[in-house]
């Protein structure tokens, strides 16, 4: 009778009145204690995880990103970010997504496929400011297959004066200068951008398309409008 009641007593007292064992309160003190939160580690990120992670980061910049800046943002190798990039390019491909990851002057970015370029051009067409005339993209061209090149010889190739739309592309970052030509006057050299590269979606100036000898007329194959053998500014 006295063992049940000595059981009793125990199960009927209040929680925490029952004297705990030396080894009870040493389990006590080290779990009463907050555990400080922390990040988990890049060998603990799961390659779902790292993927998602290079996925927000692409989203959310409006230009490329290098392996290494995503590396960095995400606390990752550049090795392991390419394998995200290839694990993402798979799920977009088989679940028939309409955008791709591509390489883009020197970096990442999430670029829809071609077969959509309709859909975007639509979207867009009110942007008249990006937009290139003829004469422009002709000019832009010249400058991307001979750079670095003078104006004297995007002239001589087009066969009107260039100068105007020279500038134009300039405003908007297409081209600059890349130097000055060893030669009388010191004549000013002209090349592409890193911006005329993400605008035409290039990795680098290796992805131009190939071309065989330039025709008469510039390497687009473009003849001369009216306009532009008059000399008249719409036709620069």
């Given amino acids: 009778m006295s063992a049940d009641v000595g059981a009793m007593s125990v199960y009927n007292t209040p929680m925490g009145s029952v004297p705990a064992t030396p080894s009870q309160e040493s389990s006590v003190h080290e779990t009463s204690e907050p555990q400080a939160r922390t990040e988990p580690s890049t060998a603990e990120v799961s390659g779902q995880e790292l993927a998602l992670l290079v996925e927000a980061a692409l989203l959310a910049s409006d230009r490329a990103l290098t392996s290494a800046k995503l590396a960095e943002a995400v606390g990752a190798t550049s090795g392991a970010v390419g394998k995200a990039v290839e694990q993402l390019n798979e799920v977009y491909e088989q679940t028939g997504r309409s955008f791709r990851i591509e390489q883009v002057a020197g970096g990442w970015q999430v670029m829809t496929l071609p077969r959509f370029a309709g859909v975007l051009a639509a979207l867009n067409k009110s942007r008249q400011q990006t937009r290139l005339t003829p004469a422009a993209l002709e000019t832009l061209a010249i400058i991307a297959y001979k750079q670095p090149v003078l104006r004297a010889q995007v002239e001589a190739i087009r066969g009107v004066a260039s100068g105007e739309v020279i500038r134009w592309l300039m405003d908007r970052r297409l081209i600059k200068i890349v130097g ?46 009216a306009d532009e053998s008059s000399g008249s500014p719409a036709g620069q």
């Avoid at 010191?186 to 090349?191: A, E, I």
């Avoid at 592409?192 to 071309?211: H, N, Q, S």
Wanted: hydrophobic share 35%.
């Fill in 180 to 225: 000055r030509a060893q030669e009388l006057g010191r004549p000013m050299l002209y090349g592409t951008t890193k911006a005329f590269l993400e605008v035409f979606g290039l990795a680098d100036l290796e992805d131009l398309p190939k071309v065989g000898a330039p025709p008469q007329g510039g390497p687009t194959g473009k003849t001369q409008t």
